[in-house]
């Protein structure tokens, strides 16, 4: 008993010294890491990342995107294999409302919208029925079940980017015959008015610019997977053909209709 | 069959009384058990030791057979052999065909395939196998699930192995080059023999005898077989190498003794004839002579574990125990935040590998092996590369007297003559000798020095120093003639003008030699009569004695003043010798005298006395000091010798084994005039303790005096008996170092934590057993090698904090990763990069560091507490410098984020979108959007910064670690160059990695911006300046808690 005590007595202030002197280490560790990043912070701008050379050239997106691979499979006499689809395609469209558009001024077309020297950032409207049949406004199922599903092709927003040339979106089937491509806007065309992008804090209510891209799918293609390849072409400083980044001006996906 | 029964118990009593004394030591130890059962596998070895004897015993009479009862027609009969022919070479092929030639067969060695895969799944090995499994399998699994990239981790397997295979083939090597040392050493020039075949004598290799050979044997000749002796003169031989009995046995032709191991008419194979000649039948040879069952004997003891081994295996459990627990625990945390298995398993190899320091142990290898090179430089040969740090935490050394303490030849030490001792130079390299030799009495004593001596120089050796020439003739005779040639200078010619006219040589009857020459005086014809002898028997003979040159009669004051002397010498363990002279009158003995030997036909006694000289065999000049180093090193040494106890005792004096001041139990019965028993034994510290005694001692009789007293000598002991010795000093759980040369040594060699074996006189069986050999068979080396192995067990202390350092820095990234759900700040193969690229080569410097202070003035360390890798290393390294760190990595990561465009806050738990391969609209923090590739490329970014920011502060690391109590200025910044080297590859190779390799994206490395190389610097700079602060308060409050805590 006296033993245990004379332990416990030698013992309890050297595990609390110890405890303390790991308390005040990092707690000073602490401080010190908040106090470096808080002024790592101070030197960055709150509009502009300092770098964006890991990001020279956009990568091309679509909508909807399945929650698997890139793979459409849907029965488009049943509504509910592609719900998540329309729902989707309808949510990211809200942004697009007129409603929601009302800030935003209409550009010139066909000509970089540069404001740089202009403090507050406009952004240019974008009209969804440039969309077509692809706008969700007459057919509520995105031509889902009439089989001709649409699919929206969208560029990454890179900060400062300014395209050359006339930059459109261009889709391909390995299948041919299977399907008809239709775009909106027509031959798939990227404005560039809606270059460049100002970033969030500056540019809070820009729209990037889409593409919506129509399959008509040969009724005798159905049950058949129709891999669709689309590029951006027509911009020297878009690239479309990087080997190890397969998003890079580009996008692959494959689509499953039934009936 | 009786016959054959009596033999096994004689030859049991030879290996001695030892065995029964052993089963007394069983049954304490099994007493021990009840309470511990630590002592249970040392006890089944000595037993299993015992039994192998036993074995020998039998099978050794077995081998012999009755060879030695046989007579030599019936010997020839039985092997076919003449004694005069010999036997026909046909015959002798025909033989040599059929036994084999005739060398022992080398230890068996473990088969090299054996060794490699030991290196194979050694250590860290098991670990990153594991890792590899575990990537393989996720492999099969993502492929299975037709994943995107799972050959990402087939990749990480097939690196992991390589790892494993490369590290193994390394140590593997470096084990290969240094047993290559020692097997290039061992190599020996092959023994010749004289053997007669087809009637004709011919010279032949030792190793072509075959049984039924008829050998003729020499002086000086290694006896090159078992040989039952059939004609013999003078022959004696030495079998200290085989029995331990250190007096040379005479050789007969005549059965004496039952037993084959006693009896005088067998000679055995690798003993030395030391005078005389002899012829025999080979009986036995190579592997069927007694010390080739020996020596297959020898080689089935096993060798213990070595200090240094138990130390790396330790920090093996320990780190691969926080590896695994961390390993597991986040296993399960993952697990339960709903990571899916197969990612969890990714963790757990990455944090595997992270906490596995893959490079550390080749690290430990190739230091060891600088530390050998080091050490053979200074003339100790390492065979086994963990004796290196053996030697450095031995406590015990059990030292040979012959030849390691002392130089090994007789050197005259003391002269007497006009009443007065003088003392003689007995260094190594003495020219001249600075006693006063203006007296006349030293004219005369000298004269007989030189005349009355047979020894003689081998010719062609003028330019040889004269301690270095080689001498024909017998220990004192040689040490006379190079005494006189010192002083006198050209030996010959003084003889040659003083020509020789009769001379009786030294026999043990008479007990003196005699000599009469002509003077060199042309004016003098008196005959000049030179005698030497054992004093008593010289002084016999005279009856008169010469002081200052002048003869004086021999009264027994001058007698008594004699005894004196004498005694005095004979106390200090020297041999003494007296000379005497005679002028025969000139009438008597004309020109023309015919002295006649035989009948003695001149004066042998009323001589006039000259002096005595005595000799010993003085120690090594360099070894008192050595022995006082291992004082202050806190190593006790003690002596064990064949050699007799007032002789041992005097060279332990004069080297100070016994140091001045100190008295043993018979020194203060002497001094107090009491008898011994009355002795407080406890106040003697000083013990010579016989051979004789030792038998009759028990263990704990043993271990008293090794306790009791801390400078202890053991003289007329047999090597059998060195065996006993280390046992006990291991009992007493020192580390313990024995040096040994005869074959009989290998037991104790093997037994001994580090076996040291002499190189000159060394035989190849002691040089297999040992762990090392003392290549000038000189004390101080030993010393020497000492302190190589304390300061390698410190430097790789220092090694080891450097290389674990970074080992949190690599794993609280994964920690992270895993609970804030940040992209990867450091992939797994750059982690593999710092651990096998940029460490290994600064981790290999830290050994080239000199020690702090004087590591000879401190306690050897204490196997149970000064451990390798102590708590308070693995806390310092772990919890203090590695988080230190961690921080400044995490810092240049999120600057490498922050400036790309995710803000520290978009990255918190972004891990499972960052990772999708399906999204390629990342929003960064600006409102960009990236693809996975493009994040991906900033993840690798991201990893060269977090590689790069460790780098850095490595270098900050290697720094502090060059100390662990002394100031970095203190130690020099510049003192170790190689240090330099390491810095300077380390930068290089990261900008290597960096921009070199930064477009091979397999290896995960991008080009960097050059400013995030020095992000971490003022962290960097913080490890040191912090580890300043903690040195300078261990320095300054020795003893206090933060130096309990914070010195490792």
Redesign the interface.
């Known amino acids: 008993m006296k033993n245990y005590k004379s332990l416990k007595q030698v013992k309890l202030p050297r595990v609390g010294l110890i405890l303390l002197f790991y308390l005040v280490f990092y707690g000073f560790l602490a401080a010190l890491f908040t106090f470096t990043m808080w002024v790592m912070l101070q030197t960055l701008s709150s509009d502009i990342p300092k770098y964006r050379d890991r990001i020279s050239s956009p990568g091309l997106m679509i909508s909807p995107k399945p929650d698997t691979a890139l793979e459409f499979y849907f029965n488009k006499s049943d509504a509910q294999s592609y719900a998540e689809y329309v729902s989707t395609l309808r949510k990211f469209l809200e942004s697009y409302d007129d409603s929601k558009q009302s800030q935003n001024i209409n550009c010139t077309p066909g000509r970089i919208f540069d404001q740089n020297d202009v403090a507050v950032k406009k952004a240019c409207r974008f009209n969804l029925s440039e969309l077509g049949q692809c706008s969700g406004k007459e057919d509520k199922t995105f031509g889902y079940s009439k089989g001709t599903p649409c699919v929206l092709v969208k560029m990454n927003r890179i900060i400062g980017l300014k395209p050359e040339g006339e930059p459109r979106i261009h889709c391909t089937s390995k299948e041919e015959g299977m399907v008809e491509i239709n775009y909106f806007p027509p031959e798939g065309l990227i404005d560039l008015m809606y270059f460049p992008y100002y970033g969030k804090s500056l540019h809070a209510h820009y729209l990037q610019p889409l593409v919506a891209v129509q399959l008509a799918i040969n009724s005798n293609s159905t049950k058949e997977e129709i891999a669709i390849e689309c590029k951006i072409l027509g911009s020297p400083n878009l690239k479309n053909e990087d080997d190890r980044d397969k998003f890079l001006g580009r996008i692959a996906f494959k689509v499953q209709m039934t009936e | 069959l009786l016959q054959k029964k009596s033999d096994v118990y004689s030859v049991e009593d030879l290996w001695d009384k030892r065995s029964r004394k052993t089963d007394i030591g069983d049954e304490e130890e099994k007493y021990k058990d009840l309470k511990g059962n630590k002592k249970k596998r040392r006890q089944k070895t000595l037993r299993k030791k015992w039994r192998t004897f036993y074995s020998l015993s039998f099978s050794l009479s077995f081998g012999i057979q009755d060879d030695h009862k046989l007579s030599a027609s019936e010997l020839e009969e039985k092997y076919g052999t003449s004694v005069n022919k010999g036997l026909s070479s046909a015959r002798a092929a025909e033989i040599l065909a059929r036994d084999g030639p005739n060398s022992l067969t080398p230890p068996k060695a473990t088969p090299e395939i054996v060794k490699f895969l030991k290196q194979m799944v050694g250590g860290f090995s098991i670990l990153l196998w594991i890792g590899a499994v575990f990537s393989w399998i996720s492999f099969g699994i993502q492929l299975a699930q037709g994943a ?1 990239s799972p050959f990402d981790n087939l990749y990480l397997g097939v690196v992991l192995a390589l790892v494993v295979i490369l590290t193994g083939i390394f140590a593997y090597y470096q084990e290969a080059k240094s047993t290559n040392i020692m097997a290039s050493f061992s190599k020996m020039i092959p023994q010749q023999a004289l053997v007669i075949r087809d009637a004709e004598k011919k010279e032949l290799p030792a190793d072509q005898l075959v049984v039924g050979d008829i050998v003729e044997i020499k002086g000086g000749d290694r006896i090159p077989a078992d040989i039952r002796l059939i004609f013999t003169q003078g022959c004696k031989v030495d079998n200290s190498s085989l029995t331990g009995e250190s007096e040379p046995q005479s050789r007969s032709c005549d059965f004496t003794h039952e037993n084959p191991l006693e009896t005088r008419n067998i000679a055995f194979y690798s003993t030395t004839c030391v005078e005389g000649t002899a012829t025999g039948i080979v009986i036995n040879t190579g592997d069927r002579t007694v010390i080739g069952r020996i020596a297959s004997l020898t080689s089935g003891v096993g060798n213990e574990k070595t200090p240094i081994a138990i130390e790396i295996e330790h920090f093996v459990y320990l780190v691969a125990g926080v590896a695994i627990s961390i390993g597991v625990l986040f296993f399960i945390i993952s697990v339960s935040m709903r990571y899916k298995i197969l990612d969890s398993i990714i963790f757990l190899i990455g944090i595997i590998v992270a906490n596995v320091p893959e490079g550390l142990l080749a690290t430990v290898t190739v230091s060891l092996s600088l530390t050998a090179k080091r050490m053979a430089k200074k003339n100790c040969l390492v065979k086994n590369l963990e004796a290196v740090e053996t030697l450095g935490s031995t406590s015990i050394i059990c030292s040979d007297k012959t030849g390691t303490l002392t130089q090994n030849r007789m050197t005259v030490a003391h002269l007497w003559f006009d009443n007065q001792i003088y003392s003689a130079d007995t260094s190594e390299d003495q020219t001249t000798q600075p006693f006063d030799q203006s007296s006349p009495s030293w004219t005369a004593l000298s004269k007989i020095v030189t005349l009355c001596n047979r020894a003689e120089f081998r010719p062609g050796q003028e330019n040889l120093p004269i301690m270095k020439r080689v001498v024909v003739g017998d220990a004192s005779e040689t040490a006379l003639l190079k005494f006189a040639e010192v002083i006198l200078g050209d030996v010959m010619s003084i003889r040659a003008r003083n020509r020789k006219v009769a001379e009786i040589p030294f026999n043990s009857t008479n007990k003196f030699q005699l000599s009469i020459h002509e003077t060199d005086d042309p004016n003098d014809k008196r005959f000049l009569l030179v005698m030497k002898g054992a004093p008593e028997r010289i002084l016999e003979r005279c009856s008169t004695i010469m002081i200052n040159g002048k003869e004086e009669p021999l009264d027994s004051e001058k007698a008594e003043a004699f005894q004196t002397a004498y005694m005095e010498l004979g106390g200090l363990g020297e041999r003494v010798l007296g000379f005497c002279h005679l002028y025969l009158p000139e009438d008597e003995f004309p020109d023309t005298y015919p002295f006649d030997t035989d009948s003695m036909n001149f004066p042998t006694s009323n001589l006039c006395f000259v002096g005595l000289l005595s000799m010993i065999d003085p120690p090594r000049s360099t070894v008192p000091d050595a022995v006082s180093k291992c004082r202050s090193a806190g190593i006790k040494v003690i002596m064990v010798t064949g050699d007799h106890p007032i002789t041992a005792k005097a060279i332990a004096k004069s080297v100070g084994i016994i140091s001045a001041t100190s008295e043993t139990v018979e020194d203060i019965a002497k001094r107090l005039n009491i008898p011994v028993e009355q002795v407080n034994r406890r106040e003697a510290t000083a013990a010579v303790v016989n051979g004789m005694e030792l038998k009759d001692m028990s263990l704990q009789q043993l271990d008293e005096i090794l306790c009791n007293h801390s400078e202890i000598v053991f003289a007329r002991t047999s090597p059998q008996q060195k065996l006993i010795i280390v046992e006990g000093c291991q009992r007493q759980g020192a580390v313990v170092a024995v040096t040994g040369d005869g074959v009989n040594d290998s037991p104790a060699l093997k037994k001994a934590d580090i076996g040291i074996a002499m190189g000159i006189a060394g035989s190849d069986a002691a040089k297999n057993a040992a762990d090392m050999v003392l290549l000038d068979d000189n004390f101080a080396s030993i010393v020497t090698g000492v302190e190589e192995g304390r300061l390698i067990f410190d430097n790789l202390k220092k090694t080891i904090a450097y290389t674990l350092t970074k080992n949190i820095a690599e794993l609280c990234p994964f920690l992270i990763y895993i609970i804030a759900s940040i992209p990867m700040p450091i992939g797994t193969i750059t982690i593999l990069f710092i651990d096998l690229g940029t460490d290994i080569i600064p981790s290999v410097a830290l050994a080239y560091e000199k020690a702090e202070s004087d590591i000879m003035n401190r306690r050897p360390r204490n196997k149970r507490k000064d451990r390798l890798v102590n708590e308070q290393l693995a806390v310092y390294s772990y ?2 410098i590695g ?2 760190q961690s ?1 400044g990595a ?2 240049t990561y ?2 490498v984020y ?4 995710f ?2 806050s978009t990255l918190l738990g972004v891990r499972v979108d960052w990772e999708n ?5 990342f ?12 994040r991906m ?2 993840q690798w ?1 991201g990893y060269t910064a977090f590689f790069v920011s460790i780098t850095i502060q490595q270098v900050a690391d290697l720094i502090i670690r060059k100390t662990r109590r002394n100031s970095i200025f203190q130690q020099g910044l510049f003192r170790n160059k190689v240090i330099w080297v390491g810095i300077f590859s380390q930068i290089g190779i990261a900008l290597i990695l960096t921009y070199g390799l930064g477009h091979v ?1 397999a290896l995960n490395f991008t080009p960097l ?1 050059f400013q995030y190389w020095f992000v971490a610097v ?1 962290f960097a700079i ?1 490890i040191w300046v912090y580890d300043e602060v903690r040195k300078l308060f261990i320095r300054r409050y020795p003893g206090s ?1 933060w130096d309990k ?1 914070m010195y490792y």
Do not use: C, H
């Open positions: 995107e919890l203090q988080i230190m921080v995490f810092i999120f600057t922050a400036e790309q465009g803000l520290p391969n399906a999204i390629n609209d929003e960064d923090s600006y409102g960009q959007q990236w693809t996975k590739y493009q490329y900033l970014t994206t911006r003022p913080l808690w805590n």
